[in-house]
Every structure is written in C-alpha cells, then in structure tokens.
C-alpha cells in the first residue's frame, strides 16, 4: 500500500512528480489529490480477507503444533486428535479473522487520510513538494511499524485464545503463567510467573497471558492425575482401527437413539411441566441418519478420525424448552433441581444470552444414569421463534461453506442484529457456563 502511494511520487511520465538532480520537481498535486481520492475508493476488502485467513490459518497451524507438542511432553501422551477444529476453535478463528480484516482496513484507512492532509495542507502552505515527498514517505515507514507492531500484538493474542480454546476442548480449567525471562518482561507480568490461574477468573490487571497488548507470556496446562487417566484411556479406545462403514455406524447410533429415546422423552416432559415450562418441536427430537452423518463427513474433514468423529456426535437426541421470559431464571434453576433428583446431570452449559453472540439461548448437554448424552436448549418463544425463523435461513447461508469471507461478515452482523432485539430475561447472568 505504501509503496503504491510513493511509487506514484516517482512516476518518470504522468500528472504526479518527476525526479531529477535536484529533487522532486511538481507537475501537479491536485493530480496526487484525485489519484488518492481514487486509491482510496477502490474496495479491497477481498485482498484485506486473504491477508486475514492466512495470517490466522498459519498461526492455527502453529498453535496446534505447539499445544499437541507441550502437552505430549507434560504427560506423555498423543492429543494431537483432540486439537483439531472443534466449534470452540472454529469461533475463535472466525473471531480474530473478522477481527483481523478491521484492523487491516483500519491502518489502510488512516494512513491514506494522513497522506491526503499532508498533500491538501502542503498545497495550502505553498511547501516545497521536495519537503512534501519527505514527510510522505516518512508517513509511510511510520505506518509500516505500526504495522508490525499489530501483526505481533494479533499473533499473541491469537495464540493465547487458541491455546485456551484447545486447553478448554480438553477439560482444562487452570494454566500456570510463565514469562519469557527476558528484561523486556513487564513487572506485572513478571509477578504473575509461576502463579496458578483460571480460565474462568482471569488476572484483572493484565487478563489472560497474551491478551496485553505485545503480550510474549503463555499458558502451561494444569493438568490433573484423573484427566491424564481418562484422556489415555480414550486414546486407547480411539487407536483401534476404525470401521470404514460410516452408515453402519451410524445406523448403529440412531438404532441406540430410538431405543432409549421414549424414556427419556417421557421423563424430560414430565420435568419440563413440573418445573413451569413446555417442551417444543418434539418432532425433531431425533436426528435424522443423514444429518448425523454430514455432520460426521465435515468433522473427518476437518481431520477427525471416524470414531472420534462419531463419539462426539451429543446431540442425536436433542430437546428445546420454553420459559416466560419473565421468571425464566427461576424456573430453569427449578428444572435443574428436578433433573438431578431424577439421576439426570447436566454436564455443559452455554449461555448466550450474556455475549453478543447471533444465537440467543442457554444450551445444555444432559448425562442420564447409563451415561448417554442428549441435548437441552432453553429459551423464551421469542428467541425460539426467532431461531426457527429468518435466523435460522441467515444461518444456513451463514454455514455454506461456498459463502465468501465477506458476506459471512454480513450475516453475521445481520444474525447479531436481530437478537439484539430480543426480551433478555431478567437475571440471566445467574446461569454461569459450565464446560
């Protein structure tokens, strides 16, 4: 961008300046003028989307590595097949992409308006157009630092959030601080090495390890004995070779589903009317065979194997509740209360209503007595109806991996926009997430 814009000071024919022994000898600024006006109104958004996705996809790559690396080192143990791109990892990098083309529209933006003041206020003062293509250029290797330095700043904040993105895939809550080492170490980071912290509560102060701006610090997992244990023994069972029948599988899950489905209906229902509300769309409480196995065709994509990809399938038995949006928190607390009493454990909660997330509702994952997981979204009939509705085409659209970067920026805006205006429940904050 910037040599573009000093390549136009040097054009030997044209309407800009030509160089000679002397220095810079004026044909026309006002030419400069338009030709900037026009530099300017010249939609690079695809160029700026390309620089953004491989700069995050490089950096996921990287993350990736680092993460199975360290973790193999501290336990011993291959977890390379659980760092792939789960949801969480998905939503972190669609997050710093848009995230990222912002910021590179942003220092294209300024630099360009600092250029065309420098050129207005030069024709205004009378400045020799020598001085004029000084402070230009000069604009131009200010911009270039700042540059860099943003591409650092993103690339740390970029680890971090993946790193706590995979540690928290794994079922890792806690993360000990440690520092480069170096002088360059703020004080307030150099205090933190060695300390123990949450992902849920992260240091006031500074936040999580490269969340501060050139942030060179990182996480190492606090991995307890217990997980260590289960993450081997579910590697064991994940090492067996895999059955290339993917319906056979899969006909084998909804055959397990249909059977153990009535039950469990039966039983949510019941919960639901006691706890003063009412389960909706009832109709497609089964996953159908061929969304379960789409669902499992983009997971081996992604570079999941079959059976992990089929182990992680929760959702072939899935429920929606509604609650008045005005005793909604009451009421879902009442059914939680139910549920245990009944032998069901909600193990995962995510609520949405709290961020400014396009999908607005609490979305649970449920563990009867035999250990079978299904899931249980709540909601109010507003946001109900609004997901069922024109969210839910915008999604589709959204989803289509055929959708270019820069409309999936719009329907996500649009997505956002919608829910904004949707009846928050009072309290809401009181359902904390659970992973």
Same mark, same amino acid.
């Given at each position: ?27 026309? $600024? ?10 300017? #109104? ?34 011993? !143990? ?43 206020? $030069? ?13 230009? #250029? ?12 943003? $591409? ?11 790193? *706590? ?42 936040? /999580?390890?490269? /969340? ?14 217990? *997980? ?43 919960? &639901? ?16 065979? $061929? ?24 959702? &072939? ?38 961020? %400014?997330? &396009? ?6 994952? !449920?563990?009867?007595? %035999?250990? %079978? ?5 709540? /909601?109010?009939? *507003? ?22 970067? /820069? ?20 309290? !809401? ?7």
């Amino acid at each position: 961008m910037t040599d573009d814009i000093e390549r136009a000071l040097q054009q030997p024919q044209g309407s800009f300046f030509m160089d000679d022994a002397e220095g810079f000898k004026a044909i026309s $600024a006002k030419a400069l003028l338009a030709y900037l006006e026009k530099y300017e #109104k010249t939609d690079r958004t695809s160029q700026a989307e390309n620089i953004a996705q491989g700069f995050v996809s490089r950096g996921d790559t990287q993350n990736q590595a680092e993460v199975s690396t360290n973790l193999k080192n501290q336990t011993g !143990i291959d977890l390379a097949g659980y760092l792939r791109n789960s949801p969480n990892i998905t939503e972190k990098v669609n997050a710093m992409t848009s995230a990222n083309v912002q910021l590179i529209k942003s220092i294209r933006s300024q630099y360009l308006d600092k250029v065309q003041n420098a050129v207005t206020q $030069a024709l205004v003062s009378g400045s020799l157009n020598k001085d004029l293509t000084t402070q230009i #250029k000069a604009l131009g290797q200010t911009t270039e630092k700042r540059a860099a330095f943003i $591409a650092r700043d993103q690339s740390s904040k970029l680890n971090a959030a993946l790193t *706590q993105a995979r540690h928290e895939d794994l079922g890792i809550k806690k993360y000990m601080w440690s520092t480069s080492g170096d002088e360059r170490v703020r004080e307030s980071h150099a205090e933190k090495d060695g300390q123990i912290f949450e992902y849920a509560n992260p240091p006031v102060d500074t936040g /999580h390890p490269g /969340h501060d701006f050139n942030c060179r610090c990182v996480q190492i997992p606090v991995f307890d004995e217990v *997980q260590v244990k289960a993450k081997a023994q579910e590697q064991e069972t994940l090492s067996e070779p895999v059955k290339e029948n993917l319906t056979l599988s899969v006909d084998r899950l909804v055959e397990k589903s249909q059977k153990i489905e009535p039950t469990i209906t039966a039983d949510i229902n019941n919960i &639901a009317t006691k706890a003063g509300g009412k389960l909706v769309g009832l109709e497609n409480r089964l996953k159908s065979p $061929a969304s379960i196995k789409r669902k499992i065709e983009a997971e081996v994509a992604d570079g999941f194997s079959k059976s992990l990809s089929l182990n992680k399938i929760r959702d &072939a038995i899935r429920y929606t509740t509604v609650f008045k949006e005005g005793d909604f928190v009451t009421r879902y607390k009442a059914m939680q209360y139910l549920l245990a009493i009944k032998g069901y454990k909600t193990i995962i909660v995510k609520n949405t209503w709290k961020n %400014d997330s &396009a999908y607005k509702g609490v979305n649970t994952f !449920i563990q009867n007595k %035999d250990g %079978d997981v299904f899931e249980m979204q709540y /909601h109010t009939q *507003q946001s109900f109806d609004l997901k069922n509705g024109l969210l839910h085409k915008l999604y589709e659209q959204f989803r289509n991996p055929k959708t270019p970067f /820069h409309e999936k920026e719009k329907l996500l805006l649009e997505m956002r926009k919608l829910s904004s205006k949707i009846k928050v429940p009072k309290g !809401i904050e009181l359902i904390e997430d659970k992973k």
